[in-house]
């Protein structure tokens, strides 16, 4: 406590000797001629660039029609090439789900396993997994948010748990007593 004090105590002395050396100093001679309003009309006729530094105009230059007659002429990829550029990406993001539309008219929603030469592999459901090519594509996969699907898969895995949890108790009592009497099953 005292130690905090004594600073406080030393800390007021210094600011009491500095203050005479700060109060007197003058105002910097810059600041003291400048007009404390403008009127109007010079504020209008004041001119942006002296005439000295005027900006350089930069010349516009027309191209000929032949520049922009390539552009056309580049070969587009084909839609199974774009498609399996765009899956390689969502093959490292393995929550982000995508929305695919097949040629006959199938709209697919899932996750993808992994993407190959040919085909990829579309996880749908919980068990369930498709194998698509990439020529059976309508259009590229789209990015979803998938919250059906999620919810889906979610009660597919909540299902196949209560079914185990539920049958486990009567089949493997089952299985024990064919065990003891001599028909186990392999």
Known sequence: MWLRNYWMLVCFCAICAIAPAIKAQEPAVEFIDLPSSLPSDR??????????????????KNL???FFAGLTQHPRLSLAS???RS??????RRRQYVRCELKDGRVLVGTVVYARDNYFVLRTGAAAEKDIEYSQMASE????????????????????????VVLAPIVI???LVACVFGTCVD
């Open 43 to 60: 504020l209008r006729n004041t001119p942006l660039y002296p005439d000295s530094e005027l900006p350089a105009q930069t010349a516009h």
């Open 64 to 66: 000929p029609a032949e």
């Open 82 to 84: 774009r498609v399996k």
């Open 87 to 92: 899956l390689s990406g969502y093959e490292n």
């Open 141 to 164: 996969p789209q990015p979803v948010a998938g919250t059906g699907q999620k919810i889906k898969r979610d009660a597919e895995i909540t299902g196949m748990v209560t079914v185990a």
């Open 173 to 175: 009592p089952i299985l």
